[in-house]
């Protein structure tokens, strides 16, 4: 397994810089430039926004240099960990990653352990009573809850327990009172503000993952240990949940791999609505006014929770089922 390890990791660094050379030459491509977008529209108005203080402003940012140039540069930062000042206030990158990533990471990997939990027991039963009546009401409620549109549910829940009813808080993530409160009270004052993103990010994931959950399960029960399980008078639960149930994990093992990246870029929208400072804010903030330098710092870490998540997903195949092997074959 460790020898897997380092040929993955050996793997990982030339795909990490093709990702970022990818998405810095697309990043090019796109029209307008960070100083076109901050600074052009404000010199118009007052007169002065000339082609001459544009350009004084390229050449400040180098932006004016050719693109392998600027990539080169910014590649010969990255390998010591400088991931440049942000063109918007020109504040290190990696303290602006730093200050919003827990939120996100608060709120994804929430939502992702309430979504492991309670679908893979929902898909589980449904199986086990295949044709029945729990197996028909959990497929029409998982098929209502994957066709919602997130927005649509955000906005509806925003004005209706948070507006109407006053229930939940509608923005941020702490209340004007935060500071003032003792721990345990600042730490619920955190989980009330997070059950409306909460929820918005974890229904879609509990229909998925159950119908995954579902098939799978339906096909380990099939399989010819499971028959010879019950044969021995096994009791049926001990038989599904012991015994059916880790090989059923592995095709949603796969998953790991695809939600560890969405802790970045899967939560744009709902930090939007409710108004969340999170990473999913900042790399819309940084899209919209071309922040070149917030956009790679980004890009560099949804790159690495990717090679992660797939090594992680790799790892747990062969913990989930000891007869995969990645050693050498002989």
Not at 108 to 121: E, K, Q
Not at 306 to 320: E, R, S
Request: charged share 15%; aromatic share 12%; hydrophobic share 50%.
């Amino acid at each position: 397994m460790l020898g897997y390890i380092l040929r993955r990791l050996g793997i990982a660094i030339p795909t990490l810089f093709g990702i970022t050379l990818v998405t810095f030459f697309i990043m090019q491509a796109a029209p307008g430039d960070p100083v076109t977008m901050q600074y052009g529209g404000a010199l118009s108005t007052k007169g002065a926004g000339t082609k001459a203080h544009l350009e004084a402003m390229r050449k400040l940012y180098r932006l004016d240099e050719p693109a392998h140039v600027q990539y080169l540069a910014w590649l010969g930062r990255v390998v010591t960990l400088d991931f440049g000042n942000s063109f918007i206030d020109n504040r290190p990158v990696i303290e602006k990653i730093g200050e919003r990533l827990p939120l996100t990471l608060w709120l994804n990997l929430l939502s992702i352990f309430l979504a492991f939990m309670i679908a893979i027991p929902l898909g589980t039963l449904a199986a086990r009573r295949q044709g029945g009546a729990f197996d028909r009401w959990t497929g029409g409620f998982v098929f209502v809850l994957y066709s919602l549109p997130v927005p649509w549910i955000a906005l509806l829940l925003l004005n209706w327990l948070g507006v109407e009813l006053d229930i939940f808080p509608v923005a941020g993530l702490m209340s004007d009172m935060h500071d003032e409160l003792g721990f345990f009270a600042q730490l619920g004052d955190i989980v009330w503000h997070s059950v409306l993103p909460v929820i918005c990010l974890t229904y879609g994931s509990i229909a998925f993952i159950a119908k995954l959950s579902r098939t799978s399960m339906l096909e380990v029960l099939r399989q010819d240990f499971m028959l010879a399980a019950a044969a021995r008078g096994i009791p049926p639960r001990t038989v599904l949940f012991r015994h059916g149930l880790r090989n059923s994990l592995l095709p949603i093992i796969t998953l790991v791999g695809s939600l560890i990246p969405a802790l970045v870029s899967g939560s744009v929208i709902i930090e939007r609505i409710f108004s969340l400072p999170g990473i999913g804010q900042l790399f819309f903030e940084s899209v919209l006014y071309r922040d070149y330098t917030t956009i790679m710092g980004l890009s560099v870490l949804s790159a690495f929770l990717t090679l992660f998540g797939v090594l992680l997903a790799d790892i747990l195949y062969a913990v989930a089922d000891p007869r995969i092997s990645y050693g050498r074959k002989r």
